[in-house]
């Protein structure tokens, strides 16, 4: 018996959680749902002991339960199977199993390792979730992803969790073994064991879950069984939120000719199917879950990852399937990376720098940097972008996660590129930058470029987008004109229904 | 849906991944034979005696690197550590004590090092090239202070015979340090694969936080790794001291290269989580095998050092098109 009350967790300025309170039962499979950043994974790092909360209090069978590390919430029964594997790829089966539970001889001290009983007891482990590819002797770094999650699954079995916190457990497994992983999770529900399940996809909630609780903006908004409600309202739960008036009018109607043509694009694993018709002036929004591979179409549009199959024309010509990313930015593609600080900017290096990095010639000559040059058209995009910052020397570092953001943006400014490919163009930072990114991306439409914007935040797709695809499993859908679309029937396509 | 597990290999490619490094070996001596004047004698049992006795010291100091390496980390400061307890050792046995006494003494003047660089490296949590970079110069400068700065002679004792080319009696047939290396190898090769703490050592290298969230004690573990090192690289350090019947606090200086080389030639991952002692033999004994052949040959040493460097590159560059393949 878990029971969370007031959970609270700030980061900055982002409330992640803001007043969290659910009751899970023994022995009950309970749903925790609700749109990407609602505070879903934030709530179960919180329950796993990786986050403190700010407020709140949490208890166990009525004991304050208040873990200082994952350690701590381990011993406590509590275990996490993560969304992104935490492995050791060069072990086997069995010893990622029975990691820190290792099974010794009481002689020296425990100091061999029975490797009999190791065995026997991932083998017995593993009977109950019999799968082609795992035997106990294998590498996990030679097992397919969805044979890697299993393995997870089963660690937490094996240390006798009371509470099993699973954050997306199928979204990288094909049908057969979410069957399995299923019938494993009624095992463990039969035994008294608490599962927390995080899934987006509801017909999978109704399958394995008996309970659900809506989390909206960090809220708790809505609990209560599965059974006896429709799918229509636990979405209205989850979306219902009213649309702000931050967007700028939107950019005028798009011309006819087509600046990019992707077709039948196949990036495995995530990109199983993408077509993209995008028209010069056009806004294109790609909604879509988490992992749904929409990250990975316009990164394999880009040339960073590769495709296996498919066509990408720019202005009518071909881009050759293995051309690199620089001959992409040459034909007028820019790419606004997700991951700002990983990839998106060089955060040591200055706003100059970084904003005239991918067109070095407007401001050098025969290889020499101009430094006015470099000086004077980086003000002209801080203006442009009301970037505050000192100056154009500053390093990027500096400036707060909205400005750098306007950083990355002012790049592809800069670039020229007629085709924007935009990854969460807003995610994380504040509502006053927001403002100014849209109009820098309506600005460009109406000035004839093609943006591709991927988002997760539905009402700036409804904003700003003349058209609209849903990303769902690694396939797109054709898009539709925004007027098509309302937030119910995206989510619909979303989640597959 | 599409699956990235490797695709099944036939057990003659999964053997030849396994032996790349012998193949490696046998190659080095195949082509010295090839070009010698007088391959008999390369290929004699007294020019065998000759390159074991001369790889010792790596051998040795590559089986504590192995762990180290395997675990995610690295050593710099072997070279300094075996002046340090090769002086320990020879001060000791100038003083008169018991050979045995010394040798102790100089091994566990090891293990000290590496319990310094273990607990600089968990509790001051400074990275591992860092840390052992400090003791690299702490350790030189303490041999050369308790050395005076001079060498330091020893009496003749059953020390000095440890890793001679031509032992007595002559039934060892090879050193008896040689003899030991192999016994202390194949000792660690179970210890890393069949004891708790073996497999902790490769969970650490493969994925540290992983190891951390399931419960195992990380930062113990990495000490008792640094420490177990350490005592070889003492045991390193006798046995240089034997070499050269005296302690000088200014020799093995770029030792650790060999070490690490001899390790990552043998199959071991500087990225943590893979590496065998076996392989590390394989790598010290290439090493030795070049150096003799390219002497027997009379080619000067800079050759040596060069042909050296390419192979190290070349080791590498074959482990990461391997790690490639298996994904991973």
């Given at each position: 018996m878990l029971s969370l009350s007031g959970l609270r967790k700030r980061f900055g300025a982002t409330v992640a959680l803001d007043g969290v309170d659910v009751e899970f039962a023994p022995g009950e499979v309970h749903a925790l749902i609700g749109e990407n950043g609602a505070g879903k994974s934030t709530l179960l790092n919180v329950i796993a002991g990786a986050l403190a909360p700010d407020a709140g209090t949490m208890r166990v069978n009525g004991e304050p339960y208040a873990p200082a590390s994952p350690l701590a919430a381990r011993h406590a029964g509590v275990a996490l199977i993560h969304q992104e594997l935490s492995l050791?790829?060069?072990?086997t089966v069995a010893e990622n199993v029975l990691m820190g539970l290792e099974p010794a001889r009481p002689?020296?001290?425990?100091?061999?390792?029975?490797r009999k009983a190791m065995q026997r007891e991932a083998a017995r482990l593993l009977e109950s979730f019999s799968?082609?590819?795992?035997?106990?002797?294998?590498?996990?770094?030679?097992?397919?992803i969805a044979a890697r999650q299993v393995v997870e699954i089963l660690r937490a079995v094996a240390a006798r969790a009371s509470i099993v916190l699973m954050d997306e457990?199928?979204?990288?497994?094909p049908r057969e073994d979410v069957t399995r992983l299923f019938a494993l999770i009624r095992r463990l529900k039969a035994s008294g064991v608490t599962v927390v399940y995080i899934s987006h996809f509801l017909e999978e909630v109704r399958e394995i879950a008996d309970r659900y609780t809506v989390l909206r903006d960090g809220r708790s908004v809505a609990t209560g069984?599965?059974?006896?409600?429709t799918n229509e309202v636990l979405i209205a739960h989850m979306v219902g939120r009213p649309v702000d008036a931050?967007?700028?009018?939107?950019?005028p109607a798009p011309a006819e000719d087509v600046l990019v043509e992707v077709t039948d694009l196949v990036a495995p694993p995530a990109v199983r199917k993408a077509s993209i018709q995008l028209r010069r002036g056009e806004i294109l929004g790609v909604a879509g879950?988490?992992?749904?591979g929409r990250t990975e179409t316009v990164r394999a549009i880009m040339g960073l990852d590769p495709a296996e199959s498919g066509e990408v024309r720019v202005h009518g010509k071909r881009l050759g399937k293995s051309s690199p990313p620089r001959a992409r930015l040459a034909a007028g593609v820019g790419y606004l990376s997700e991951d700002r600080k990983g990839?998106?900017?060089?955060?040591?290096?200055s706003l100059a720098d970084n904003i005239t990095c991918t067109r070095y010639e407007s401001v050098s000559t025969h290889g020499w940097l101009r430094r006015r040059a470099q000086r004077d058209q980086t003000r002209v995009w801080l203006d442009a972008l009301a970037i505050k910052a000192?100056?154009?020397?500053?390093?990027?570092?500096?400036?707060?996660g909205g400005n750098q953001q306007k950083v990355a943006l002012a790049r592809l400014l800069h670039q020229k590129a007629d085709v924007l490919l935009l990854?969460?163009?807003?995610?994380?930072?504040d509502i006053g930058s927001k403002v100014e990114i849209y109009r820098a991306i309506v600005d460009c439409a109406a000035r004839g470029a093609g943006v591709v914007m991927v988002s997760s935040y539905l009402p700036e797709l409804f904003g700003v987008c003349h058209s609209l695809a849903v990303m769902c499993r690694g396939r797109l859908t054709p898009a539709r004109p925004?007027?098509?679309?309302?937030p119910e029937t995206v989510m619909e396509a979303a989640i597959g229904q | 849906m599409a699956s990235d597990a490797v695709p099944s290999r036939s057990a003659l490619a999964r053997w030849l991944v396994t032996l790349a490094p012998v193949i490696g070996l046998l190659l080095v001596i195949g082509v010295f034979a090839l070009m010698s004047d007088a391959p008999d004698q390369y290929l004699s049992v007294r020019n065998l005696r000759i390159v074991l006795a001369q790889t010792v010291i790596v051998a040795l100091g590559a089986i504590g690197m192995t762990m180290i390496i395997v675990s995610g980390g690295i050593d710099l400061s072997v070279g300094s550590a075996i002046a340090l307890t090769g002086v320990v050792t020879a001060v000791l046995l100038r003083g008169g004590h018991d050979p045995l006494i010394a040798i102790a003494a100089g091994i566990a003047m090891g293990g000290v090092v590496g319990i310094l660089n273990g607990l600089a490296i968990t509790?001051?949590?400074?990275?591992p090239f860092i840390a052992t970079l400090g003791t690299l110069g702490v350790a030189r400068g303490a041999a050369k202070w308790l050395g005076d700065q001079q060498t330091v002679n020893v009496p003749p004792?059953?020390?000095?015979?440890?890793?001679?080319?031509?032992?007595?009696?002559?039934?060892?047939?090879?050193?008896p340090g040689v003899w030991l290396s192999i016994a202390l190898a194949m000792v660690m090769t179970v210890v890393l694969s069949r004891t708790v703490f073996g497999r902790r050592v490769f969970a650490i290298g493969s994925n540290e936080a992983a190891a951390r969230a399931t419960g195992v004690a990380t930062d113990r573990v990495k000490i008792a790794i640094y420490g177990l090192a350490g005592l070889f690289f003492g045991l390193s350090g006798v046995m240089q001291m034997s070499r050269l019947r005296q302690g000088d606090?200014?020799?093995?200086?770029?030792?650790e290269l060999d070490v690490i080389a001899a390790v990552v030639i043998g199959g071991?991952?500087?990225?943590?989580?893979e590496g065998t002692i076996a392989g590390a033999m394989v790598g010290a004994l290439t090493m030795a095998f070049l150096r003799n052949g390219t002497q027997q040959m009379g080619w000067p040493n800079y050759i040596q050092e060069i042909i050296i460097g390419i192979i190290i590159v070349l080791a590498v560059a074959a482990d990461r098109v391997r790690r490639a393949r298996a994904g991973v």
């Open positions: 050791c790829a060069h072990l002689a020296w001290g425990r100091f061999w390792l029975d799968h082609p590819d795992l035997a106990p002797d294998r590498v996990v770094g030679t097992l397919p457990p199928t979204s990288s497994l069984e599965l059974t006896g409600v931050l967007f700028p009018d939107r950019a879950l988490v992992g749904s990839e998106g900017l060089a955060l040591g290096l000192r100056s154009p020397w500053q390093p990027a570092r500096t400036l707060s990854d969460e163009p807003t995610k994380g930072i925004i007027g098509e679309w309302t | 509790q001051l949590r400074v990275l004792t059953w020390v000095n015979e440890l890793a001679v080319t031509f032992p007595t009696p002559s039934w060892l047939l090879v050193a606090p200014t020799v093995a200086i770029g030792t071991g991952s500087l990225a943590g989580g």
